[in-house]
């Protein structure tokens, strides 16, 4: 039976704190709700003796989502009793409260910050615990800096704390100064004091990134007997950021013959989890972030997904499905290989292709994608049209699969406070369209323009846009996700006006969805 390593996630508390990343009361019980399904053990929900707002909202967390006793709620309190009454009246409400406080141990944080001896510090550490443990059995213990922390001052400090009542010890690496083999040394010393002291004590540690080793130090303290992480989703927080979830998680489940440990989280809610921070915060994830960026199982190198074609295992340790995506994405660029982009042809029942056929058919797609940089299946369909159109064999019919997908050729957008509104011009084989619609905002109306031409039962479920150059003339990338019938769909398209790409962008997704819905159902193609 391997060991439960229990998961604290304090989004709401230390990822709320990035400049810019505040969130209201609906977006905080949205993000509790589902990190609730993700199945945390422990909520911080925040730091209620800094505004009252921040207080409600603890308060409302505790009610709404720690009604249950599946999942506990903590927040923050320093070691004053204002702050820890704050923290008691706002957790109360939980089935399953604790209260979290902490204190700096480190000679820069007793001497510098606090101005006191250390004598003094561990006084005000000890009665703030037995203070805590008047309103709540569960209380936990920071040792602010423990990694800077004299480690005998450090373990009289955890001896004092856990005497006076204390039922949780978190060990923090504050400024990410530790590396992995010296925190894991440190939670190997604490560790070793602690089961002798009090083996009911949990053992926690809180990392932060600044020199990137947060998950790795995360992850050094696993093995070397804590019990209990401290992360935020996508690694957010103040600075360079905290120990990511969804990293820790991933490295204990895909190696447990490394960590001999498990989690609770359900693992398929991983995704779901990080897209929501990422638009609620409005902070977007690293597009090569382990196991939640973009690219984390998006695969555009030739050698690669050939690999890939042959055997998952060869370049890919982890499911995407098991974080909730649909699968591994083969991104076709000019850097794809011919074993690649046949099988993409042949995913779409185009397979009639001889050694020599299929060579000028890959040659056309080399020049496409120097040109659109990725390349979708609606224009798969349209190079096997161009190529037979070009090489028109006697007796054999040229497929007119550009008869199905649409072109863009103009738009008109108009934005103003009352009705923005956009017009459009489309082409789909031999006929010319033209739609027009009003929306909330300049691209709702673009979007409904286009739909009044290709009348689909699109929802478009994300819309992300950034710069992908610099300059005044900077290459805007759009990337949409799209639901049709029930299955996702993701397109991206670039360009210098932003309106611009964000059409070409639906359209791609519009054009993915006849590819993949709607032409295998076609007859006589």
């Known amino acids: ?95 399953r409260p604790l209260i979290h406080m902490v204190l700096g141990t480190s000679n820069v944080h007793v001497e510098k910050k606090f101005g006191k001896s250390k004598d003094q510090i561990l006084d005000i550490g000890v009665e703030a615990v037995k203070y805590a443990k008047t309103l709540l059995p569960d209380v936990q213990y920071s040792t602010e800096d423990a990694s800077r922390s004299d480690f005998e001052y450090l373990w009289s400090t955890i001896e004092a704390v856990v005497k006076a009542g204390a039922t949780m010890i978190n060990v923090p690496d504050t400024v990410g100064y530790a590396d992995p083999e010296e925190f894991g040394h440190l939670i190997y010393r604490i560790n070793e004091r602690l089961r002798n002291l009090n083996d009911s004590v949990i053992l926690s540690v809180h990392c932060h990134n600044d020199l990137g080793m947060a998950t790795a130090n995360t992850l050094a303290a696993v093995k070397n007997g804590a019990n209990k992480v401290e992360c935020t989703i996508n690694g957010i927080g103040e600075r360079a950021g905290n120990a990511s979830l969804e990293e820790v998680v991933m490295a204990i489940k895909t190696r447990p013959d490394a960590y001999n440990a498990h989690t609770d989280i359900v693992t398929r809610e991983i995704m779901n989890t990080s897209r929501m921070v990422s638009e609620f915060m409005g902070l977007d994830v690293q597009v090569n972030k382990a196991i939640t960026g973009e690219n984390a199982f998006a695969h555009s190198s030739g050698i690669h997904q050939d690999g890939l074609l042959k055997s998952r295992d060869t370049y890919e340790i982890i499911d995407p499905k098991d974080i909730g995506l649909e699968d591994m994405e083969l991104v076709l660029t000019a850097r794809s290989g011919r074993h ?94 033209k739609g027009n619609a009003v929306g909330s905002g300049p691209i709702d109306a673009l979007y409904s323009a286009i739909i009044d031409v290709c009348d689909l039962d699109i929802k478009l479920i994300q819309y992300d846009i950034r710069s992908v150059s610099r300059g005044k003339e900077a290459l805007g990338k759009v990337q949409i996700q799209v639901e049709y019938e029930g299955e996702k769909f993701i397109a991206k398209a670039f360009d210098t006006n932003i309106l611009r790409s964000s059409a070409y962008a639906y359209i791609n997704a519009i054009n993915s969805i006849i590819a993949e819905s709607i032409i295998p159902k076609a007859e006589n193609i």
């Open 340 to 433: 690649a982009v046949r099988a993409a042809f042949e995913r779409l029942g185009i397979n009639q292709f001889e050694d020599a056929e299929f060579e000028e058919v890959f040659e056309s797609f080399l020049e496409l994608a120097d040109v659109k940089k990725e390349v979708y299946s609606h224009d798969l369909y349209v190079i096997v049209e161009n190529y037979y159109k070009k090489r028109h064999k006697e007796g054999e019919k040229a497929n007119s699969y550009s008869d199905y997908f649409y072109e863009l050729l103009d738009l008109q957008v108009i934005d103003n406070t009352k009705f923005p509104s956009a017009s459009v011009e489309l082409k789909k084989g031999d006929q010319f369209m």
């Open 1 to 95: 039976m391997t060991r439960k390593i229990w998961v604290f996630d304090t989004t709401l508390r230390d990822g709320e704190q990035v400049p810019g990343a505040k969130l209201n009361l609906r977006e905080k019980l949205g993000i509790a709700r589902q990190l609730k399904r993700l199945k945390v053990d422990i909520i911080e929900a925040g730091f209620p003796s800094s505004s009252a707002g921040d207080f409600n909202s603890v308060k409302e967390v505790a009610k709404k989502v720690g009604n249950t006793d599946d999942i506990m709620i903590t927040a923050l309190a320093r070691a004053v009793k204002s702050d820890i009454d704050a923290v008691y009246n706002s957790i109360k409400y939980a089935k």
